[in-house]
Antibody, heavy 124, light 110 residues
């Protein structure tokens, strides 16, 4: 069965960096695009990034562009999110999610499987 | 503010039907496909509807989706107490080149 397990969350000071990981199993990871989606405490979902199966395409919202980098290691079945220059407003549970469609001509956000999330708290 | 607009809350009695709206613009809902997600308290979101009106396997036909112009709607019939959750719409925004979600709607089954 499809499993996504995030790790790497924790408490970090503003301006510092953190790298999240998402270990995938139960499907051919190298064939799927992947998303990161976050949820601040008590708030709604916010889309953070998407990466194509071969890393040729990556997209970010303006809120994290230039600070966050999505990447993947297909032989290790692992997705990453490198977060730099962290701000208090980046505090959230971060979920990784599988996208069943190619994002070459992306026409939607379909997150068909989600991990359980990892909490990132940015505070001094 | 979210790019997509949803009502903060809706409610209905068990067995009844409820609809949740999601309003956007020509660059997101008007130009792309809408998905809907259910988030039960303390859990990760779950895909309910994709491509405006398609259900993944295992999702009961009590859940339906539709789209017209720059708005989309999630319908739930035969409401059960287990349907109490937050519901989110999502799509791609062609102008922003980014994914976007609605602010979420809390469903209460009275």
């Amino acid at each position: 069965q499809v499993q996504l397990v995030e790790s790497g969350g924790g408490v970090v000071q503003p301006g510092r960096s953190l790298r999240l990981s998402c270990a995938a199993s139960g499907f051919t990871f190298s064939s799927y695009a992947m998303h990161w989606v976050r949820q601040a405490p008590g708030k709604g979902l916010e889309w953070v990034a998407v990466i194509s199966f071969d890393e040729s395409s990556k997209y970010y919202p303006d809120s994290v562009k230039g600070r966050f980098t999505i990447s993947r290691d297909n032989p290790k079945n692992t997705l990453y999110l490198q977060m730099n220059s962290l701000r208090p407003e980046d505090t959230a549970v971060y979920y990784c999610a599988r996208e069943p469609r190619s994002i070459t001509m992306i026409r939607g956000v379909i997150c068909d499987y989600w991990g359980q999330g990892t909490l990132v708290t940015v505070s001094s | 503010q979210s790019v997509l607009t949803q009502p903060p809350s809706v409610s209905a009695a068990p067995g009844q039907k409820v609809t949740i709206s999601c309003s956007g613009s020509s660059s997101n809902i008007g130009d792309n496909y809408v998905s809907w997600y259910q988030q039960l308290p303390g859990t990760a979101p779950k895909l309910l509807i994709y491509d405006n009106n398609k259900r993944p396997s295992g999702i009961p036909d009590r859940f339906s989706g539709s789209k017209s112009g720059t708005s989309a709607t999630l319908g739930i019939t035969g409401l059960q107490t287990g349907d109490e959750a937050d519901y989110y719409c999502g799509t791609w925004d062609s102008s922003l080149s980014a994914g976007v979600f609605g602010g979420g709607t809390k469903l209460t089954v009275l």
